[in-house]
Every structure is written in C-alpha cells, then in structure tokens.
C-alpha cells in the first residue's frame, strides 16, 4: 500500500513537471513571437522598446489573472479592465464597460497555436 502511495505521488510528479515544462516551451516560443513582432512593427530603437514593453507587460497581467485561480477561469472584465488601467485609460469618462460577465477557459490565454503538443 505504501509502494502504491509513493507511485502516485512519483506520478503526479513527473505529471506537473511535464506541464510545466509544456507551459515554459509555450512561454518562450509567444516571446519570441512578441519580439519579432515588434521588431517588424517598429520604425526605431525606442518604438521596438515601447512595443515590447507593452506587449510583455500585458502578457505577464494575464498570466497573474490565469495564476490567481486557474480553475475559475478568466473574467473577461478583468482583463479589459486591467489593460485600460494599464495605459491610464480606466477612467469612466474615456472608457465604459456594459455587458454580461463572461468566463473564459484558462487556456484562453494561452497562444495559440500551441507549438508544444507533448
């Protein structure tokens, strides 16, 4: 019965470590893309920094949306939100959010597609 227990417990580990692996591939492949990206979408140095600075930091806030609960899934008005406030747009006056709640799957913030199928 023991053996059993530590099998499993050897299981689920091997299991989260090759999630994890799958999930840093994935990572380093959308920055890869998100820097070639803004290399071909920016005219100078200081554009492709600004391009890349943005679009690394709105990855990283929907990677601490995903982390906060991942079983619940992602608000989409979380995330709009987090984004408007992000570049200071989240005064009501220049900015109104109307609609139903909506919940997406975690692995909606993940890119797609996925280059990692193991």
């Known amino acids: 019965m023991a053996a059993e227990a530590g099998r499993n417990t050897d299981d689920e580990r091997a299991a989260l470590l090759a999630e994890l692996q799958h999930r840093v591939r994935n990572m380093l ?62 005064d009501p006056v220049r900015a109104r959010l109307v609609g139903p709640t909506v919940l997406l799957h975690a692995r909606a913030a993940e890119p797609w597609p996925w280059p990692c199928t193991n």
């Open 29 to 90: 492949w959308l920055t890869r893309m998100i820097t070639r990206r803004s290399a071909e979408s920016s005219e100078s140095l200081e554009d492709y920094v600004a391009h890349l600075d943005g679009r690394l930091g709105a990855m990283a806030r929907v990677q601490n949306t995903v982390i906060r609960d991942p079983r619940a899934g992602l608000d989409l008005w979380s995330l709009i939100t987090d984004e408007l406030a992000s570049v200071q747009a989240d």
